[in-house]
């Protein structure tokens, strides 16, 4: 039986509206859903379910009284681990950072608690935020809620399982390489990548080089758009751009026939698992009669994947630099090899990668200007096992220490090269939506690409696409494993 934990968030903020349904009753259903399936999943690592309960009494007062209901109003929300919440440790499940006790909170969860959400609690990540799956020292091991020997993607990933396991609604992830896109992809839910500054971000290291962006996570494309608006404030951003909740909100599917529409498997550049490529091709076959023209052909993203890995790693040498090369075991493995690479670079060569970003935004500029959507795949290999991480991890340790701690060879990056990565330095919006299944059964997604800044008409294309899909059982949703004992 369906409960009230499953329904959409935009179906459970009217029932709130409305008065049939009180926030008290809402978060009572979540908590009872996270009771049932965190014990195994292990998506939430730290819970303030007090605060939360005092809090949805207050929104129900509120309700009663007739005041105006901000958008967020009742909705109970999970927080990745890494947001600032007043009170609370931001670990990124590193154990130097342990006792690191957010004195405020930060814009995006100050934002969210001005529209209205309930926070629950904070969800897991891999440490220092870069991993194949989302575990760490502090916290352990996220599960795949479609199979718990799977990988479940980071860093957003206990997000991504929080809001598929329906123990919340919505909840917040943050991207710099794929960790929005792809946690959601492995998790059957949709997110956001918004274009920099639709959601400020007060936490950045390099502001001026916004490769890390804020955005939402949800079950529907809808939903997404709902938790957008409530997650955009006037931040210290310097990227800081005026869209408001009220024009998200505004947003109505658009009209898909009139689409000039992109499709790309590989990007020309990164090696896509056959599995993958073949499925993505179903994929696309299912929708490409719904768009008025569709043409197969790669962005020109020229040496686009060079020069993320050049720029990527100078983002972490402001917090670890000195702790890394005082002791480079310090730091995880992934981290390694970030700084390695960071310490090898010269100025010549972080020059031209800075100089390439320019010259392919300028490309991607022309190139949206003959289409109107670019669509590729979610991800591009099959979910690994947790023991198929335990293997490679070694392999990266061991990697680690035939080298100094300023020693990289370039030459690997050519072979680093993701979907989700690829597009970091571009700045332009990407809404993950759900497509069914892969052949192993498990979730599948696409990636709705835009112009830079074209965030409205993203979400336009995207509901539209949510809405002339919803009758096919081939791009639904499917339902976790861990919830069919549970709710179904």
Not at 139 to 159: I, Q
Request: charged share 25%.
């Amino acid at each position: 039986m369906t409960e009230l934990c499953d329904l959409p968030a935009t179906t459970l903020r009217r029932m709130i509206g409305d008065k049939r349904l009180s926030p008290v009753e809402l978060l009572d259903s979540c908590i009872g859903r996270i009771e049932a399936t965190n014990p195994a999943l292990n998506a939430f690592v730290v819970l303030c379910l007090e605060d939360a309960r005092r809090d949805a009494a207050e929104k129900a007062d509120q309700v009663a009284r007739g005041d105006a209901l901000p958008p967020l109003h009742g909705l109970p929300i999970g927080m990745k681990e890494s947001f600032h919440i007043q009170g609370m440790a931001t670990t990124q499940g590193f154990p130097p950072w342990k006792d690191r006790i957010a004195e405020k909170d930060d814009c995006t969860t100050a934002a969210i608690r001005r529209a209205g959400g309930v926070i629950v609690g904070k969800t897991n990540v891999p440490e220092l935020l870069h991993g194949m799956t989302s575990r760490n020292p502090l916290f352990g091991t996220t599960r795949n809620a479609y199979d718990l020997e799977l990988s479940c993607l980071g860093s957003s990933g206990g997000s991504a399982v929080a809001v598929s396991a329906s123990m919340v609604p919505l909840a917040s992830g943050s991207d710099t390489g794929g960790s929005i896109r792809g946690p959601a992809a492995a998790n059957g839910i949709c997110g956001m990548r918004p274009s920099p500054g639709v959601v400020p971000h007060d936490d950045h290291i390099h502001a001026f080089n916004p490769t890390s962006i804020r955005g939402p996570m949800a079950r529907t494309v809808a939903d997404t758009q709902l938790f957008l608006a409530g997650m955009v404030s006037d931040g210290p951003d310097p990227y800081d751009h005026e869209v408001s909740s009220d024009d998200i909100l505004k947003v109505r599917a658009g009209d898909l026939g009139s689409l000039r529409v992109a499709v790309s498997t590989d990007l020309g550049f990164v090696n896509v698992h056959p599995e993958m490529r073949a499925t993505f091709e179903t994929k696309i076959e299912r929708i490409e009669g719904l768009f008025g023209k569709v043409t197969r052909c790669d962005p020109p993203l020229g040496e686009i994947n060079r020069a993320y890995w050049t720029l990527r790693p100078m983002k972490f040498l402001p917090d670890l630099g000195e702790m890394y090369k005082q002791d480079p075991s310090s730091i995880t493995e992934y981290k390694r090899v970030d700084l390695r690479h960071a310490f090898a670079s010269s100025v010549e060569e972080i020059a031209w990668a800075q100089a390439e970003q320019t010259r392919v935004f300028a490309r991607l500029r022309d190139f949206f200007q003959d289409f109107d959507l670019l669509i590729v795949p979610g991800h591009q290999n099959p979910l690994l096992s947790l023991t198929e991480i335990d293997a490679r991890e070694q392999a990266m340790a061991e990697e680690n220490d035939r080298f100094a701690y300023d020693e990289y060879d370039f030459s690997a990056d050519e072979g680093r090269a993701t979907i989700n990565g690829s597009f970091t330095l571009t700045g332009a919006p990407i809404l993950m939506v759900t497509a069914g299944r892969d052949p192993a059964g498990m979730p599948f997604g696409i990636n709705l690409i835009g112009a830079y800044k074209s965030d409205l008409r993203l979400l336009s294309f995207g509901l539209a696409l949510e809405e002339r899909t919803a009758d096919d059982v081939q791009l639904g949703r499917p339902v976790p494993a861990a919830l069919k004992d549970v709710a179904h």
